[in-house]
């Protein structure tokens, strides 16, 4: 168990609806990174966060936004989805300081657009 | 552009050992990381190196060789649970990680 929570485990939803997806970082971590895996892909760097500002943005759609909150939470908005968008969404959070701080992912949401 | 490669897949028998390469060409470098991803689950953290050399954790030991961009993984007596996908990660000048497609390791009894 890394620590990292997120919600839903499983969602399945149809095409051209919003879904929201929620991680909670291990305690004490103030980064916060969403990833995407499409099946036997590798993992798509979406967004980082740090300590509620984002900090860097890699191949995000329009359609999705995130953001992080005071109590360090964070939410994964995916709008008008697509087939393409089912995926196995990650969190992971780390500690800045530490020489690796390398990070922790959470279980995962398995998004399935039908 | 930045980039790293790995093998995509590679097969191995149990009890025996395996290596898995990766180069990369990043915009800087702080550090290289090598995470373990069974079939749908979480990744997890298994090494890290930003000195030249080996690093080892039991069974699993790390290389990495900073002039000439690479790194492997080695993996010593292996067992059916090694089974899964190793990615390789370089942390960039702006310290964001550079993620490989991964190495998906199949091992035979």
């Known amino acids: 168990d890394s620590g990292v929570t997120q919600t839903p485990k499983h969602l399945i939803t149809a095409t051209g609806q919003r879904v929201t997806l929620r991680c909670s970082p291990r305690?004490?971590?103030?980064?916060v990174y969403w990833y995407q895996q499409s099946l036997d892909q590798g993992l798509q760097f979406l967004i980082q966060?740090?300590?509620?500002?984002?900090?860097a943005k890699g191949n995000i759609l329009e359609r999705f936004s995130a953001q992080q909150f005071p109590d360090l939470h964070s939410e994964l908005n995916l709008s008008s989805l697509e087939l393409g968008d089912s995926a196995l969404y990650f969190c992971?959070?780390?500690?800045?300081?530490?020489?690796?701080?390398?990070?922790?992912f959470g279980p995962g949401t398995r998004l399935t657009v039908t | 552009g930045q980039n790293i490669d790995q093998p995509t897949e590679m097969t191995a028998t149990e009890g025996a050992i395996v290596q898995i390469n990766c180069t990369y060409q990043?915009?800087?470098?702080?550090?290289l990381f090598w995470y373990q991803q069974h079939a749908g689950e979480a990744p997890t953290f298994l090494s890290y190196?930003?000195l030249d050399g080996l690093e080892e954790k039991g069974r699993f030991s790390s290389f990495l060789s900073r002039s000439k961009g690479y790194s492997y993984l080695l993996l010593k007596e292996l067992q059916m649970k090694d089974s899964a996908s190793y990615l390789c990660?370089?942390?960039?000048?702006?310290?964001?990680?550079?993620w490989g497609a991964g190495t998906k390791l199949i091992i035979k009894p």
């Open positions: 992971a959070s780390s500690v800045p300081g530490l020489a690796t701080y390398e990070q922790y």
């Open positions: 305690s004490g971590d103030l980064s």
């Open positions: 990043t915009s800087g470098f702080n550090g």
């Open positions: 190196n930003v």
């Open positions: 990660a370089v942390r960039d000048s702006n310290y964001q990680l550079i």
């Open positions: 966060y740090y300590n509620g500002e984002e900090r």
